[in-house]
C-alpha cells in the first residue's frame, strides 16, 4: 500500500528566503506526482505534474524534482512571498487512485 | 471558464440521516474524482469515474457510501444513515484525459458535512 510522507508538517520563514519541502512515498510504481497548494477553506490548486519518466519541472518561482528509485520528491520555492503562505500537499498518482500525503503548512512572514 | 463546481457548500446532518453531495466537473472532464479529507490531514481517495464508468471504488469506507455519474458529467456522493466519523470535507476533482499520467487535477471547493 502506498503512504505519503510529508517533512516537515509545518514552516515558517522570513519573506524572501528559498525553501525546500519534502515528500516522500514507498512504493516507486507511480504514474506521477502531483504538488498542490490548499488555502483555508479551498480546494486544492495543482502546481506542478511530474510524469514517472521525468526528473523536474518548472514553473516560475517553483521548481518540483522527482527521484523514483529513492521514492522522493522536492518542491523548491524561490525568493518567497507572504502570498506563498498556504499548505503544500503531494500526491503520488498510480491509474485513478492517489495518495496523498497530510501537507507542509508554510507561513511567509512580511 | 467555470471551475469544479460543488454542493452545497455546508451541511449539517444528524446522526442517521442521509445525505447527498453534488459535484459538477469542468465540462468535458472525462475523469471525475471523490475525496474526504480529515480537519489537518490530506485527501483521502474515495472513488473515480472515467466518463460515467465507476472504474475504482476501493476507497469507500463502507457500504453506505454510494457514488454515481449516471451520464458521465455531474456526480453524487450518497451517504447513508450517516455517523459522527462522516464528518470530513468532501471534495471533488475532474481532469481532462483518461491518462492519469498527463492530466492534473482541477478540485472544487469541497462540501463541509458535519454530523451531530
Known amino acids: 500500500k502506498q503512504e505519503v510522507t510529508q517533512i516537515p508538517a509545518a514552516l515558517s520563514v522570513p519573506e524572501g528566503e528559498n525553501l525546500v519541502l519534502n515528500c516522500s512515498f514507498t512504493?516507486?510504481?507511480?504514474?506521477?506526482l502531483q504538488w498542490f497548494r490548499q488555502d483555508p477553506g479551498k480546494g486544492l490548486t495543482s502546481l506542478l505534474l511530474i510524469q514517472s519518466s521525468q526528473r523536474e519541472q518548472t514553473s516560475g518561482r517553483l521548481n518540483a524534482s522527482l527521484d523514483k528509485s529513492s521514492g522522493r520528491s522536492t518542491l523548491y520555492i524561490a525568493a518567497s512571498q507572504p502570498g506563498d503562505s498556504a499548505t503544500y500537499l503531494c500526491a503520488a498518482f498510480n491509474a485513478g487512485k492517489s495518495t496523498f500525503g497530510d501537507g507542509t503548512t508554510l507561513t511567509v512572514k512580511p | 471558464g467555470a471551475g469544479v463546481s460543488q454542493s452545497p457548500r455546508y451541511k449539517v446532518a444528524k446522526r442517521g440521516q442521509d445525505v447527498a453531495l453534488r459535484c459538477d466537473p469542468i465540462?468535458?472532464?472525462?475523469?471525475l474524482f471523490w475525496y474526504q479529507q480529515a480537519l489537518g490531514q490530506g485527501p483521502e481517495f474515495l472513488t473515480y469515474?472515467?466518463?460515467?464508468?465507476?472504474?475504482?471504488k476501493s476507497g469507500l469506507p463502507s457500504d453506505r457510501f454510494f457514488a454515481e455519474r449516471p451520464e458521465g458529467s455531474v456526480s453524487t456522493l450518497k451517504i447513508q444513515r450517516t455517523q459522527q466519523e462522516d464528518s470530513a470535507v468532501y471534495l471533488c476533482?475532474?481532469?481532462?484525459?483518461?491518462?492519469?499520467?498527463?492530466?492534473?487535477?482541477?478540485f472544487g471547493n469541497g462540501t463541509r458535512l458535519t454530523v451531530t
Open positions: 476533482a475532474s481532469s481532462p484525459g483518461t491518462d492519469q499520467g498527463n492530466s492534473p487535477l482541477h
Open positions: 512504493d516507486s510504481a507511480i504514474y506521477n
Open positions: 465540462s468535458g472532464h472525462v475523469s
Open positions: 469515474f472515467q466518463n460515467e464508468a465507476q472504474l475504482d
